[in-house]
């Protein structure tokens, strides 16, 4: 059973540039978490997205950042004019529905890696 | 606010050696507690975890046991082996039964283990 994919694994864009970061979550996992990783920091929780609809977006920037989970294909986490800060890893995460068991577990993808120039 | 406080790092130690990572909490309610280890160039795997007070997890040899009187999950292990060396985040959820699992996750601590 594969796990949760990530593309690509390394990405450099020039700043203004856009970074579109992809996931694809577990087999028969229906929600994918964002999370970003800032160097020598803890993962910080972005967004939290169901198939085709945004639940939870209180950790994503107001601007330039956005998300998506469509019902078809993975999920997207889309930055546009990038900046230097926006250097980090990002990390994307599934899990089969909320509420916490073992069925539940938030299983995470190996991450982006996101270089701005 | 909910947050998650872990000792600093880099933790060097000799292969054998006893392990001990603090982390304490902060939250409103009752959370649950994890550890999360992540090895490098790889995610984060779930390495334990504890859903209420007095609960002890453990995996692999490690063990964390919820502490609610002093707010803490601190990890442990009684021999460590090189291939442990890796990171480890201390990380809480809200609201279980029903509530979404946001992750908070404290900065890590970097484990080196030398032969």
């Known amino acids: 059973n594969a796990g949760v994919m990530q593309n690509p694994r390394h990405l450099v864009r020039r700043r203004g540039q856009e970074a579109r970061l992809r996931c694809s979550p577990m087999?028969?996992?229906?929600?994918v978490y964002w999370y970003r990783q800032l160097p020598e920091e803890g993962l910080k929780f972005m967004v939290y997205?169901?198939?085709?609809?945004?639940?939870?977006e209180s950790g994503m920037p107001k601007e330039r950042f956005s998300a998506e989970f469509p019902k078809e294909g993975p999920s997207i986490l889309r930055i546009q004019q990038v900046v230097r800060g926006d250097s980090a890893a990002y990390f994307c995460?599934?899990?089969?529905?909320?509420?916490?068991?073992?069925?539940?577990?938030?299983?995470f993808g190996p991450g982006t890696r996101l270089t701005v120039l | 606010g909910n947050s998650v406080t872990q000792m600093e790092g880099p933790v060097t130690l000799s292969e054998e050696a006893f392990l001990t990572i603090n982390c304490t909490y902060t939250?409103?309610?009752?959370?649950?507690l994890f550890w999360y280890v992540q090895y490098p160039g790889e995610g984060l795997q779930l390495l334990l975890k504890?859903?209420?007070?007095?609960d002890k997890g453990s995996n692999k040899g490690f063990e964390a046991t919820y502490r609610k009187e002093t707010t803490s999950f601190h990890l442990e292990k009684g021999s460590v082996q090189v291939s442990d060396s890796a990171v480890y985040f201390c990380?809480?959820?809200?609201?279980?039964?029903?509530?979404?699992?946001?992750?908070?996750f404290g900065a890590g601590t970097r484990l080196a283990v030398h032969p």
């Open positions: 995460a599934s899990s089969r529905e909320t509420g916490w068991s073992s069925y539940n577990e938030q299983f």
């Open positions: 939250a409103t309610g009752y959370p649950s």
């Open positions: 997205l169901q198939k085709e609809n945004i639940i939870d």
């Open positions: 504890a859903t209420k007070a007095d």
């Open positions: 087999k028969g996992h229906s929600h």
């Open positions: 990380a809480l959820i809200l609201g279980l039964s029903g509530g979404y699992n946001k992750l908070i």
